[in-house]
C-alpha cells in the first residue's frame, strides 16, 4: 500500500518538483479474545507498525512464529474494528478469538512483546524472552538446492514484489519450493512483519512442506527473523544481506543451512553446507 507524496528531486545539477510513491507505515493494534475458567476476557497485547494489507496473514504468523498459538486451528476468527482513521481512511485494529487459552499469560506476554516494524530482539523487554521454545531440530539433509536457485531467489523475489518497484522501501519474504519456484510472497516496511505474513497465509493455505522447500528474505537476517523460520520446521534460509552472529550461533544449534550476501555470482554459506549441491 503506497501514496503519492510531492518531493523535491536533485537530480543531473537541477532541482525539480515530482510526485514520488511511498510505502505506508501504520501502528496496527491487535487483541486476544479468549476464555479463562468460562469467562470471557479482551486484552490489548501489542502495537506494532506495519504496511497495510494482508494485515490477518500478520496477525496468524506473529502469533505462531511467537508460540502464542501451536495450531493455526486456535484461531476461531479473526476481525478488523474501530473506526476508519488517519490520513489513508484505515481501521488500525484486530480482534483475535482464540479457542486455546492454555498460553495466554496476557501480563508476560505484553512484558515480552513491545515491538515495532524495524526491530526484533531489541524490541524485546528482557533476554528472558529470547527462549526457543522449539525442541526438534530442522532436516540436517533436506532441502537439496543448486547454487543457481540459491542465487536466482532473491531476483524471483524482487520480480514479484508489486511495491517495491512503486517505492523501493519495502521489505519481503518467499516461501519457495525446492526446485526455485515461488509459493507465496509478502511485503511490508518491517522485515519481520514482511515474513510473519507471508508465514501466516503459508499456514492458513496449507502450503507449508519442510522438507522441499526454503524461505528468501530481502536484507540482512537476525536472530528473530531465523527464530521465525525454524517455528515452521523449514531448514534452510536466505538473505539477500549478512547475517548477525546469534543469527549463526542459532542456525547451527538446529542444524538450519544459512545463506547471506547472494549476488549475481557469490554468496555465503554460513552454516550446514550440506543442503547446497556444489558439484
Same mark, same amino acid.
Given at each position: 500500500? #503506497?501514496?503519492?507524496?510531492?518531493?523535491?528531486?536533485?537530480?543531473?545539477?537541477?532541482? +525539480?518538483?515530482?510526485?514520488?510513491?511511498?510505502?505506508? +507505515?501504520e @501502528?496496527? +493494534?491487535?487483541?486476544?479474545?479468549?476464555?479463562?475458567?468460562?469467562?470471557?476476557?479482551?486484552?490489548?497485547?501489542?502495537?506494532?507498525?506495519?504496511? @497495510?494489507?494482508?494485515?490477518?496473514?500478520?496477525?496468524?504468523?506473529?502469533?505462531? #512464529? +511467537?508460540?502464542?498459538?501451536?495450531?493455526i486451528?486456535?484461531?476461531?476468527?479473526?476481525?478488523?474494528?474501530?473506526?476508519k482513521?488517519?490520513?489513508?481512511?484505515?481501521?488500525?485494529?484486530?480482534?483475535?478469538?482464540? #479457542?486455546?487459552?492454555?498460553?495466554?499469560?496476557?501480563?508476560?506476554?505484553?512484558?515480552?512483546?513491545?515491538?515495532?516494524?524495524?526491530?526484533?530482539?531489541?524490541?524485546?523487554?528482557?533476554?528472558?524472552?529470547?527462549?526457543?521454545?522449539?525442541?526438534?531440530?530442522?532436516?540436517?539433509?533436506?532441502?537439496?538446492?543448486?547454487?543457481?536457485?540459491?542465487?536466482?531467489?532473491p531476483?524471483?523475489?524482487?520480480?514479484?514484489?508489486?511495491?517495491?518497484s512503486?517505492?523501493?522501501?519495502?521489505?519481503?519474504?518467499?516461501?519457495?519450493?525446492?526446485?526455485?519456484?515461488?509459493?507465496?510472497?509478502?511485503?511490508?516496511?518491517?522485515?519481520? #512483519?514482511?515474513?510473519?505474513?507471508?508465514?501466516?497465509?503459508?499456514l492458513?493455505?496449507?502450503?507449508?512442506?519442510?522438507?522441499?522447500?526454503?524461505?528468501?528474505?530481502?536484507?540482512?537476517?537476525?536472530?528473530?527473523?531465523?527464530?521465525?523460520?525454524?517455528?515452521?520446521?523449514?531448514?534452510?534460509m536466505?538473505?539477500?544481506?549478512?547475517?548477525?552472529?546469534?543469527?549463526?550461533?542459532?542456525?547451527?544449534?538446529?542444524?538450519?543451512t544459512?545463506?547471506?550476501?547472494?549476488?549475481?555470482?557469490?554468496?555465503?554459506?554460513?552454516?550446514?553446507?550440506?543442503?547446497?549441491?556444489?558439484?
Open positions: 500500500m #503506497n501514496f503519492k507524496y510531492k518531493v523535491l528531486k536533485f537530480k543531473k545539477n537541477k532541482f +525539480e518538483n515530482i510526485d514520488d510513491l511511498i510505502s505506508i +507505515e @501502528p496496527l +493494534e491487535i487483541s486476544l479474545k479468549y476464555k479463562v475458567q468460562d469467562q470471557w476476557l479482551t486484552n490489548s497485547l501489542l502495537i506494532t507498525m506495519r504496511t @497495510p494489507g494482508h494485515d490477518f496473514d500478520l496477525v496468524r504468523g506473529f502469533l505462531y #512464529n +511467537e508460540q502464542i498459538i501451536q495450531n486451528n486456535e484461531i476461531d476468527n479473526i476481525e478488523s474494528f474501530g473506526d482513521v488517519g490520513k489513508y481512511n484505515i481501521q488500525n485494529k484486530i480482534l483475535v478469538t482464540l #479457542n486455546n487459552s492454555n498460553n495466554i499469560n496476557i501480563s508476560k506476554i505484553k512484558r515480552d512483546f513491545m515491538t515495532n516494524s524495524s526491530c526484533g530482539v531489541c524490541g524485546k523487554s528482557s533476554l528472558d524472552a529470547l527462549e526457543i521454545i522449539k525442541k526438534g531440530k530442522a532436516s540436517s539433509s533436506d532441502p537439496k538446492l543448486t547454487k543457481e536457485i540459491v542465487i536466482q531467489s531476483t524471483i523475489l524482487r520480480n514479484n514484489q508489486s511495491e517495491f512503486k517505492t523501493g522501501g519495502i521489505h519481503a519474504s518467499g516461501l519457495f519450493s525446492s526446485d526455485g519456484k515461488l509459493v507465496s510472497l509478502r511485503e511490508d516496511v518491517g522485515r519481520h #512483519n514482511a515474513l510473519d505474513k507471508m508465514i501466516g497465509n503459508a492458513d493455505e496449507n502450503l507449508i512442506k519442510p522438507k522441499n522447500q526454503f524461505i528468501t528474505c530481502s536484507g540482512r537476517l537476525n536472530f528473530e527473523l531465523v527464530q521465525k523460520v525454524l517455528m515452521t520446521n523449514i531448514g534452510l536466505i538473505g539477500v544481506g549478512a547475517p548477525t552472529s546469534l543469527a549463526i550461533d542459532l542456525a547451527n544449534k538446529f542444524d538450519m544459512l545463506i547471506g550476501f547472494v549476488k549475481e555470482d557469490s554468496f555465503n554459506i554460513y552454516t550446514n553446507n550440506q543442503k547446497v549441491i556444489v558439484d
